[in-house]
Structure formats: C-alpha cells, structure tokens
C-alpha cells in the first residue's frame, strides 16, 4: 500500500476540505440508474458472473481519480492512495447473513477476475463479518442488495466525520423502456468530493 501525503497549503480545497471536515460534517450520496443491457449480454456471452464485472468497472473508475482514493492517514494528515482494492459483500443464504471479503485490484480485467474467483473459492462459505483479513487502509466498500430495486439509498455514519473513501451500493437491475438499468449509490464525504 502507498500513501502520498497531500501539501494542505498547496491543496486547491484546502478551504472546502478544512470546512466540510471540521466546521460542517458530511456525506451526501447519489443514486444513479446505468444501463447494462450490452454488458449484461457480454457477460452471459462470455459466461462471465455479473458481480465481479461490476466491481472491476467501479474499483477501476476509482482508481482513475484521485479524490475518490482519498483518506486520512493515521496521524490525519490528507492524502491518497496510489491505488485501492476492492471490499465487497457476499450473502450467505443459508443463515441469511453477509461477509465482507477484498479482492487485490489488477487493471487487467482477466486478472481481477481470476483474483475475485480464487477469493470466492476460498472465502466465499466462510461466516464472520469480515473473512479475508486486510492489513492496508486503501480498501474501497461495494455492497450488493440484489433483491432490491432503489431510486435512492443513503448510509448514516454518526461516527465517520473522517471516513473519506465513496462506500457504493448496487440494488437489483429491472428493466425499463427496453433497456436494463442498475441503481447505484455511491455515499462520497464532502471534504473531498464536490
């Protein structure tokens, strides 16, 4: 894991960041609907699994702006990470519970992909909270509720003033006017993110 630490009085937001981190507190979220109709053909065409397609596409688009990789470090100093891995959820139908696994990033889709399916296979059945131990920080959250179709989802976190990292959340795609859209949330800390 790499972290750069970012100059706050060569930081451009150095004013938004100091306010919306201190003085106003906040997240907001957004929920937007994607149209997957040709991905979703993709991947049944190349027998792909539609989760770990979705959590390349997101882990990828973080991994190509910096705000979105941002974070304190453990003495609160502002920076980023130079790239960030994927934590996500995995249901256990059989208790009706859910594990949080990480899968390393790689920007080759073939190599993610083969990275997610050995997670699987070896954390997949595991019950705990968390199954697949992480000693780095640069973890971004995708949560899945795919039962669910929502036109907007927001996380309260009374205790995370400082927790800067977007958290995501995917609902159940439907189709409409021809097309098949997913609902996505994505919960971003204003300090960072405008």
Not at 86 to 112: C, G, L, M, P, Q
Not at 150 to 168: V, W
Not at 180 to 188: D, W, Y
């Amino acid at each position: 894991m790499s972290f750069k630490i970012i100059d706050l009085e060569k930081y451009d937001r150095k004013e938004h960041f100091i306010h919306y981190l201190n003085n106003v507190p906040c997240s907001y979220s957004m929920t937007v609907n994607i149209d997957i109709t040709d991905l979703l053909k993709l991947t049944k065409e190349r027998n792909y699994k539609l989760y770990p397609v979705i959590l390349y596409a997101i882990t990828k688009v973080v991994n190509n702006h910096i705000e979105f990789r941002m974070s304190l470090d453990e003495n609160d100093n502002l920076g980023y990470y130079i790239n960030v891995n994927t934590s996500y959820t995995i249901f256990h139908k059989d208790n009706n519970t859910f594990s949080n696994i990480w899968t390393k990033y790689d920007s080759s889709f073939e190599k993610f992909y083969n990275n997610y399916e050995k997670d699987i296979q070896e954390y997949g059945n595991e019950k705990g909270f968390i199954t697949k131990k992480c000693e780095e920080n640069n973890l971004i959250n995708i949560s899945s509720i795919p039962w669910v179709t929502f036109t907007e989802f927001n996380l309260n976190l009374p205790r995370g003033e400082k927790y800067l990292l977007p958290i995501f959340t995917v609902g159940k795609f439907y189709e409409q006017s021809n097309k098949i859209l997913l609902p996505l949330a994505v919960q971003v800390h204003h300090a960072v993110c405008d």
